[in-house]
């Protein structure tokens, strides 16, 4: 797919991404009023996964290639299985908007786990002030969360626990995203999509009878709110959104991509807000803003960097200013 020719399919890939996957977090919250957490996810990757083939199929497209597959499998396991499955697990004790905010701090991975690039990174001055920012907003965070306990029927232990798997997850999502963009899979990104999503159905089933999550669990015990949230999760969150962030991987920079942690946040408080009452305290307000600060920082450079042709355009533009505020001179 063209960026050229389709440069109109990025922004609006950014939106849904931002968007989107803001609301995500909320409607993860409704499917769990119905759904264990695993059984949740997989339902909706496989669900996503097999109407997404299915029509691939009919178009005369092969997924018959073991490699393709096995890079896929890799990719949807770490990203989705991992990264979602358990932001599923932690939002059984912590709001949609906490997990949110937890998943923000999802920048200061990259550059922790992207190895081969550190001397690049820490010879960035912006990017340990960053960290080391970002790290202070989100001890301030959980120092709110923790408080907000009190106020809660959930043990504040399980919510420390469920704050720590939120990290995991986010670390789990950030090793899926590298694989993707240094292992592209030689399919459509269609193929590549129905593909791990399948993957990680399969999986999220697999771990959710380990769990014994279909111990007393039964579809026809599912409320229309818990079938509404799945529903917005398999077509919006696990097809529209998720197509829209994998295509973005292979056309755009990963750390300009990972933007969207800062506006998923913000879109999940402002729904969780409007739609389900939910609301965040002041001291978990401020640490959300310390961080976003850190993970601006630590990518500000990237963000900002101006491409060689800019570059020339702007030393003409300096050089012809300069010809053009030279004193007037008296013959």
């Not at 960035?124 to 709110?144: E, H, Q, R, S, W």
């Not at 089933?205 to 079938?227: C, D, L, M, Q, T």
Request: no cysteine.
């Amino acid at each position: 797919m063209s960026t050229s020719k389709n440069s109109w399919l990025v922004p609006v890939a950014f939106i849904n991404i931002y968007v989107i996957w803001g609301i995500t977090f909320l409607a993860i919250s409704f499917g769990l009023k119905g759904f264990p957490p695993f059984i949740l996810s997989g339902f909706r990757f496989l669900a996503a996964g097999l109407l997404m083939i299915g029509w691939l199929l009919t178009k005369g497209e092969k997924a018959n290639s073991l490699i393709n597959w096995k890079k896929n499998a890799i990719t949807g396991i770490l990203i989705l299985t991992g990264g979602t499955g358990l932001v599923a697990w932690g939002e059984q004790y912590v709001s949609a908007s906490e997990a949110a905010i937890a998943i923000a701090t999802g920048p200061f991975w990259f550059i922790a786990i992207d190895k081969k690039n550190w001397k690049y990174y820490f010879s960035d001055k912006f990017i340990p002030i960053g960290l080391v920012i970002g790290f202070a907003g989100l001890i301030l965070f959980l120092n709110g969360s923790v408080s907000s306990a009190h106020h809660t029927a959930v043990d504040g232990n399980l919510r420390i626990t469920a704050f720590i798997v939120l990290a995991l997850s986010s670390v789990a999502w950030v090793l899926g995203s590298l694989y993707s963009k240094k292992n592209p899979a030689s399919q459509s990104t269609f193929m590549n999509i129905a593909q791990q999503l399948i993957t990680a159905g399969v999986v999220a089933f697999i771990i959710a009878a380990f769990r014994k999550e279909w111990h007393g669990f039964s579809f026809s015990n599912v409320p229309i709110s818990a079938w509404a949230g799945v529903l917005f999760l398999v077509f919006f969150g696990s097809v529209v959104a998720y197509l829209s962030y994998i295509w973005l991987l292979s056309v755009k920079p990963a750390a300009l991509v990972s933007t969207h942690t800062y506006i998923n946040p913000i879109v999940t408080v402002l729904a969780g807000w409007i739609v389900a009452g939910q609301t965040i305290n002041g001291s978990q307000l401020y640490g959300l803003s310390v961080i976003l600060l850190g993970v601006l920082l630590t990518n500000v450079t990237k963000y900002f960097r101006l491409s060689k042709r800019s570059k020339v355009k702007i030393r003409r533009l300096k050089r012809f200013f300069n010809k053009t505020t030279q004193p007037y001179q008296p013959i």
